[in-house]
């Protein structure tokens, strides 16, 4: 289901923002939280070509997209510096009780400031996708390419969601005590999923995301925040926000999985209208991980669009 192993030829630096101070950071309503990244650069990695920042879809991790960062660094030219970042409420990135693509931008904004990048491009899966979408819509000066994969600017997510609150409720069921292992807790959570989930993948999948926690008497945890993403699921990641006067005309492309429902044929006016120097290129035979799936078609399409 993930990306195959690519040999490492960069210096992956990982790193939490909330090691750093955020200024200038623009006070509305919307707190942004200091998102943690993993930096991927060498002494080859020049500041003339803007980096990447790449941020992964609902219960994924910056690390998932591990092996295709390190690709995206040894292929481009120039040899960019890419940054794969956790989405607020996952992975090493603070829990917060609010989760709404108007938030995850603001977080995304923070990152620029923090980091000193004044323009990057950017690749989002799923609903990292749609942050990025509307970062470019918002921000469209800070963008200089996008890409955008499995996930279009429509109402709604893929037919496939319809069970992501159930998913979300059996995570919190799972009990499992401190004395297990990680192997074992993990085969528990397995065996618990099982009941609810058929397919084997999706369920590695989700259980990537147990952890235990060593500063707390051992105890297994999610990395992921279940309440959060529960109460929000339905406003603030399966609707993207209704946008009008707006687009964004840098070059954009969208990657879909052939076999996926999540970029139909009827999004393509919206996409056009939103993102009119857009194209869209459909992968065959994958579904919405499109990028693990057919992490070679995928790559490709990715490193021609960003050394175009």
Same mark, same amino acid.
């Given at each position: 289901?993930?990306?195959?192993?690519?040999?490492?030829? /960069?210096?992956?630096? /990982?790193?939490?923002?909330?090691?750093?101070?955020?200024?200038?950071?623009?006070?509305?309503?919307?707190?942004?939280?200091?998102?943690?990244?993993?930096?991927?650069?060498?002494?080859?990695?020049?500041?003339?070509?803007?980096?990447?920042?790449?941020?992964?879809?609902?219960?994924?991790?910056?690390?998932?997209?591990?092996?295709?960062?390190?690709? &995206?660094?040894?292929?481009?030219?120039?040899?960019?510096?890419?940054?794969?970042?956790?989405?607020?409420?996952?992975?090493? /990135?603070?829990?917060?009780?609010?989760?709404?693509?108007?938030? !995850?931008?603001?977080?995304?904004?923070?990152?620029?400031?923090?980091?000193?990048?004044?323009?990057?491009?950017?690749?989002?899966?799923?609903?990292?996708?749609?942050?990025? !979408?509307?970062?470019?819509?918002?921000?469209?000066?800070?963008?200089?390419?996008?890409?955008?994969?499995?996930?279009?600017?429509?109402?709604?997510?893929?037919?496939?969601?319809?069970?992501?609150?159930? &998913?979300?409720?059996? !995570?919190?069921?799972?009990?499992?005590?401190?004395?297990?292992?990680?192997?074992?807790?993990?085969?528990?959570?397995?065996?618990?999923?099982?009941?609810?989930?058929?397919?084997?993948?999706?369920?590695?999948? $989700?259980?990537?995301?147990?952890?235990?926690?060593?500063?707390?008497?051992?105890?297994?945890?999610?990395?992921?925040?279940?309440?959060? $993403?529960?109460?929000?699921?339905?406003?603030?990641?399966?609707? &993207?926000?209704? $946008?009008?006067? %707006?687009?964004?005309?840098?070059?954009?492309?969208?990657?879909?999985?052939?076999?996926?429902?999540?970029?139909?044929?009827?999004?393509?006016?919206?996409?056009?209208?939103?993102?009119?120097? /857009?194209?869209?290129?459909? %992968?065959?035979?994958?579904?919405?991980?499109?990028?693990?799936?057919?992490?070679?078609? &995928?790559?490709?399409?990715?490193?021609?669009?960003?050394?175009?």
């Amino acid at each position: 289901m993930f990306s195959s192993v690519i040999r490492p030829t /960069s210096r992956r630096i /990982s790193y939490s923002l909330r090691n750093f101070h955020i200024s200038n950071v623009r006070q509305t309503r919307l707190v942004p939280v200091q998102l943690a990244f993993t930096r991927y650069e060498n002494n080859s990695t020049t500041d003339d070509a803007p980096p990447v920042l790449v941020l992964h879809g609902l219960f994924g991790s910056k690390s998932n997209w591990n092996s295709l960062a390190k690709a &995206f660094h040894k292929n481009t030219k120039p040899i960019r510096k890419i940054y794969a970042i956790d989405a607020r409420n996952h992975g090493d /990135s603070p829990h917060t009780g609010e989760h709404s693509y108007e938030h !995850m931008v603001e977080d995304l904004v923070a990152v620029y400031k923090t980091l000193g990048i004044q323009q990057a491009s950017i690749v989002g899966h799923s609903m990292g996708g749609r942050a990025m !979408m509307l970062l470019a819509l918002k921000y469209p000066h800070l963008v200089e390419k996008a890409i955008i994969v499995d996930i279009s600017p429509s109402p709604g997510l893929g037919t496939s969601n319809t069970n992501i609150p159930l &998913f979300l409720q059996s !995570m919190k069921m799972i009990q499992i005590t401190p004395d297990k292992t990680i192997h074992q807790a993990r085969k528990i959570a397995d065996d618990q999923l099982s009941r609810i989930i058929a397919e084997k993948p999706l369920r590695d999948f $989700l259980i990537t995301n147990l952890v235990k926690n060593d500063e707390d008497s051992g105890r297994f945890q999610w990395r992921i925040n279940l309440e959060s $993403l529960e109460r929000n699921f339905h406003t603030g990641v399966a609707q &993207f926000p209704t $946008l009008s006067g %707006v687009k964004f005309d840098g070059p954009t492309l969208f990657i879909a999985g052939g076999r996926s429902d999540y970029v139909k044929p009827k999004d393509v006016p919206l996409i056009k209208t939103l993102f009119p120097n /857009s194209d869209i290129k459909y %992968v065959k035979d994958a579904g919405h991980w499109v990028h693990s799936e057919k992490s070679a078609e &995928f790559s490709k399409l990715v490193l021609d669009f960003l050394n175009g």
